[in-house]
């Protein structure tokens, strides 16, 4: 469970300070589906930084999991990070020089697990992907979409109880873009909290509660109704 | 995460950056290798110099006319003009236990003729126990025979050269020569050798002592040479010359020794300080290796800036990322450094080829100081841009491609 708490960011740019995020709170359940749309610069992808732990608030109280993370100090963050929040990001960040196999297998090396125990787990996330035939090939021997699979596989092979997408098929065709997304609401169904943030109304709208932002703030939360406040 | 995997991430990374990693490995390299290299010539420079020492003659003093030191107190009435060592200074000293031989010295320079052939020569006045107290070794012949040192005899050795000069290819054993006014037999030929005490030996022509005595028309002696009975006995045999010497000469102590211990020490300081002279301009190269590994992983810490952001969305921790830019330094430095052990043995190997007569070999401390040295540069060095890694933002740095 998430619950973000009059979380503020303000950003100093140049002379301007920017609230990237005013007075934002949220609530999420566990097995959620939720897309963040919005206008560039509206705080999505700072909402999806703090939610993940990469970016502090400057205000407020973000509790995850009855943990509030806000207290923790970096090397705590990084285990949170490691054990609960999956990213899966529009460049797809894999490591150029790792294959596929060895890019899934980099959370679980940071956590120390077995190298045999490594080697079944990397294996089973492949065959869940469909990358089984590909496991051995690198980034850039790989179509864009097999690309954001071995990301999707890299993000989950923790099993985390978060998936933060920030723009997943922003960078892919329609094909793979949907396919993707498909792979992405399959690991929902099965309890992890999805949370999607895309420019692209048709993914947009496939999500049971879609959030949309402007300049910092939630405009629009059509679950916002179910939850009294 | 385990040790293993920090290794194999870090080798990785390495090989994965071909050019830089190349270029690392070259500097420290070269540093390591010019450590060694450098160190070892040092060390082949003393060892050099002392196996040259120690051909001029073991456990040996030498005591020279006059002081060298003065103790103070008022200055003389009368002059204080040294007493001359005399033949019989050096016969009283023989009687101390911690001196074996000694060998008295006179030396003069005189024309050495042989039928038409003269030549001006260096003339050493001596005994038969020069011989063994210098390492002489005859070519020919045989060498002064063991008489009373106050009897002159007609009897000669002539330097290599010398006879070379005076004799070309005829054999000179039994020759008359003449030195000065008076006729000489000659009895054997030095072996070449080299410079010693300040004499080229191959150049000299050495006589009985009383003889060159009356030859230059002198009493005194140029030198004693004193073998001591052993490296233990120097400071005894050194007494024992003292308090002789005092006792004939009126209780003044007039004369000057000379330990070949001392000469050695005071060369051995010297060729130390040079070795590490030596080593610390070789150690700048290691620091400039250092210098360049630190830029090396600054550059490759900005190239893999959206890696290091990945890997801390991963959950890395700020020590993690330390140790795995840190791990990479190390594993740079020390293939470097084994590269350049590999370059400098063989180094040295070739340089012994070349020059066979120089005793050059590797040292075992300048091999674990240049490992040593680089294992720190890499450390030191390493931390810097490690430290860099670990601080980055991860937000920041995802967000570049």
Same mark, same amino acid.
């Given at each position: 469970m998430?619950?973000?708490?009059?979380?503020?960011?303000?950003?100093?740019v140049?002379?301007?300070?920017?609230?990237?995020?005013?007075?934002?709170?949220?609530?999420?359940?566990q097995?959620?589906y939720?897309?963040?749309?919005? =206008?560039?610069?509206?705080g999505?992808?700072?909402?999806?930084?703090?939610?993940g732990?990469?970016?502090? =608030?400057?205000?407020?109280?973000y509790?995850?999991?009855?943990?509030?993370?806000?207290?923790?100090?970096?090397?705590?963050?990084?285990?949170?990070?490691?054990?609960?929040?999956?990213?899966?990001?529009?460049?797809?960040?894999?490591?150029?020089?790792?294959?596929?196999?060895?890019?899934?297998?980099? =959370?679980?090396?940071?956590?120390?697990?077995?190298?045999?125990?490594?080697?079944?787990?990397?294996?089973?996330?492949?065959?869940?992907?469909?990358?089984?035939?590909?496991?051995?090939h690198r980034?850039?021997?790989?179509?864009g979409?097999?690309?954001?699979?071995?990301a999707?596989?890299?993000?989950?092979?923790?099993?985390?109880?978060?998936?933060?997408?920030?723009? =997943?098929?922003?960078?892919?065709d329609?094909?793979?873009?949907?396919?993707?997304?498909?792979?992405?609401?399959k690991?929902?169904?099965?309890?992890?909290?999805?949370?999607?943030?895309?420019?692209?109304?048709?993914?947009?709208?496939?999500?049971?509660?879609?959030?949309?932002?402007?300049?910092?703030?939630?405009?629009?939360?059509?679950?916002?109704?179910?939850?009294?406040? | 995460?385990?040790?293993?995997?920090?290794?194999?991430?870090?080798?990785?990374?390495s090989?994965?950056?071909?050019?830089r990693?190349?270029?690392?490995?070259?500097?420290?390299?070269?540093?390591?290798?010019?450590?060694?290299?450098?160190?070892?010539?040092?060390?082949?420079?003393?060892?050099?110099?002392?196996?040259?020492?120690?051909?001029?003659?073991?456990?040996?003093?030498?005591v020279?006319?006059?002081?060298?030191? +003065?103790?103070?107190?008022?200055?003389?009435?009368?002059?204080?003009?040294?007493?001359?060592?005399?033949?019989?200074?050096?016969?009283?000293?023989? @009687?101390?236990?911690a001196? @074996?031989?000694?060998?008295?010295?006179?030396?003069?320079?005189?024309?050495v003729?042989?039928? $038409?052939?003269?030549?001006?020569v260096?003339i050493? %006045?001596?005994?038969?126990?020069?011989?063994?107290?210098?390492?002489?070794?005859?070519?020919?012949?045989k060498?002064?025979?063991s008489?009373?040192?106050?009897?002159?005899?007609?009897?000669? &050795?002539?330097?290599?050269?010398?006879?070379?000069?005076l004799?070309?290819n $005829?054999?000179?054993? %039994?020759?008359w020569?003449?030195?000065?006014?008076?006729?000489?037999? &000659?009895?054997?030929?030095?072996?070449?050798?080299?410079?010693?005490?300040?004499?080229?030996?191959s150049d000299v &022509?050495?006589?009985? #002592?009383?003889?060159?005595?009356?030859l230059?028309? +002198?009493?005194?002696?140029?030198?004693?040479?004193v073998?001591?009975?052993?490296?233990?006995?120097?400071?005894?045999?050194?007494?024992?010359?003292?308090?002789?010497?005092?006792?004939?000469?009126?209780?003044?102590?007039?004369?000057?020794?000379?330990?070949?211990?001392?000469?050695?020490?005071?060369?051995?300081?010297?060729?130390n300080?040079?070795?590490?002279t030596?080593?610390?301009?070789?150690?700048?190269?290691?620091?400039?290796? %250092?210098?360049?590994?630190?830029?090396?992983m600054?550059?490759? #810490?900005?190239q893999?800036?959206?890696?290091?952001?990945?890997?801390?969305?991963? %959950?890395?921790?700020?020590?993690?990322?330390?140790?795995?830019?840190?791990?990479?330094?190390?594993?740079?430095?020390?293939t470097?450094?084994?590269?350049?052990?590999?370059? *400098?043995?063989?180094?040295?190997?070739?340089l012994?080829?070349?020059?066979?007569?120089?005793?050059?070999?590797?040292?075992?401390?300048a091999? *674990?100081?240049?490992?040593?040295?680089s294992?720190?540069?890499?450390?030191?060095?390493? #931390?810097?841009?490690?430290? @860099?890694?670990?601080?980055?933002?991860? #937000?920041? *740095?995802?967000?570049?491609?």
């Amino acid at each position: 469970m998430i619950r973000l708490d009059s979380i503020e960011r303000v950003f100093q740019v140049g002379n301007e300070t920017v609230h990237a995020l005013n007075n934002v709170s949220l609530k999420i359940s566990q097995g959620e589906y939720i897309t963040i749309m919005g =206008p560039s610069g509206s705080g999505k992808s700072t909402l999806l930084n703090i939610i993940g732990l990469l970016d502090r =608030p400057d205000k407020g109280f973000y509790i995850l999991d009855d943990v509030n993370t806000t207290d923790l100090n970096d090397e705590q963050q990084a285990l949170v990070r490691r054990h609960k929040i999956g990213f899966v990001f529009q460049f797809f960040h894999l490591v150029p020089r790792l294959t596929a196999t060895e890019n899934i297998e980099l =959370p679980l090396i940071l956590t120390g697990v077995e190298p045999d125990e490594r080697k079944d787990r990397v294996k089973i996330a492949l065959e869940d992907f469909g990358l089984a035939d590909r496991s051995k090939h690198r980034p850039n021997q790989l179509s864009g979409g097999q690309r954001q699979r071995v990301a999707i596989a890299r993000a989950t092979i923790m099993e985390p109880r978060v998936i933060l997408a920030d723009e =997943p098929t922003g960078n892919l065709d329609r094909t793979s873009g949907k396919e993707v997304i498909e792979i992405l609401e399959k690991l929902n169904k099965k309890g992890i909290i999805l949370i999607l943030v895309t420019h692209d109304p048709d993914i947009g709208n496939r999500a049971v509660r879609k959030i949309s932002m402007v300049d910092g703030k939630i405009l629009d939360d059509t679950l916002a109704l179910e939850f009294s406040k | 995460m385990k040790a293993k995997d920090i290794l194999k991430f870090s080798i990785r990374a390495s090989t994965g950056y071909k050019f830089r990693t190349i270029l690392i490995l070259i500097a420290m390299a070269i540093g390591v290798a010019s450590v060694v290299v450098l160190t070892s010539l040092g060390e082949g420079a003393r060892r050099y110099v002392i196996s040259q020492f120690s051909s001029l003659g073991t456990n040996l003093l030498i005591v020279l006319p006059g002081r060298s030191e +003065t103790t103070g107190g008022p200055p003389p009435l009368l002059g204080a003009t040294p007493r001359d060592l005399t033949l019989d200074d050096a016969i009283a000293l023989n @009687r101390s236990s911690a001196i @074996r031989i000694i060998s008295p010295l006179t030396v003069g320079s005189a024309p050495v003729s042989w039928k $038409q052939l003269e030549r001006e020569v260096i003339i050493l %006045g001596s005994t038969h126990e020069i011989y063994e107290i210098r390492h002489l070794s005859m070519s020919l012949g045989k060498f002064l025979p063991s008489i009373d040192p106050r009897r002159g005899e007609a009897l000669c &050795v002539l330097g290599n050269k010398v006879k070379k000069e005076l004799f070309t290819n $005829q054999s000179p054993l %039994g020759e008359w020569v003449r030195i000065g006014d008076r006729r000489f037999r &000659v009895t054997g030929i030095l072996a070449k050798k080299g410079q010693s005490l300040g004499f080229d030996m191959s150049d000299v &022509v050495i006589i009985p #002592v009383a003889s060159a005595q009356s030859l230059f028309n +002198t009493a005194s002696l140029f030198r004693i040479l004193v073998q001591a009975s052993s490296r233990e006995a120097i400071p005894r045999a050194r007494e024992a010359i003292l308090k002789t010497i005092r006792e004939r000469h009126d209780g003044e102590d007039d004369i000057t020794i000379i330990t070949q211990d001392a000469i050695l020490s005071t060369f051995d300081r010297i060729l130390n300080a040079l070795t590490l002279t030596v080593a610390g301009i070789a150690a700048i190269s290691l620091a400039v290796a %250092g210098i360049l590994i630190m830029n090396v992983m600054l550059i490759a #810490v900005s190239q893999r800036t959206t890696e290091i952001g990945l890997i801390k969305a991963l %959950g890395a921790t700020r020590s993690q990322i330390m140790r795995l830019f840190l791990a990479e330094s190390i594993i740079l430095s020390i293939t470097g450094a084994f590269l350049g052990l590999i370059i *400098a043995f063989t180094g040295v190997l070739l340089l012994a080829r070349i020059f066979p007569d120089f005793p050059i070999l590797i040292s075992s401390w300048a091999v *674990a100081a240049a490992v040593g040295v680089s294992l720190l540069t890499g450390l030191v060095f390493g #931390v810097f841009p490690a430290r @860099r890694a670990a601080k980055l933002d991860p #937000v920041q *740095a995802l967000s570049r491609r």
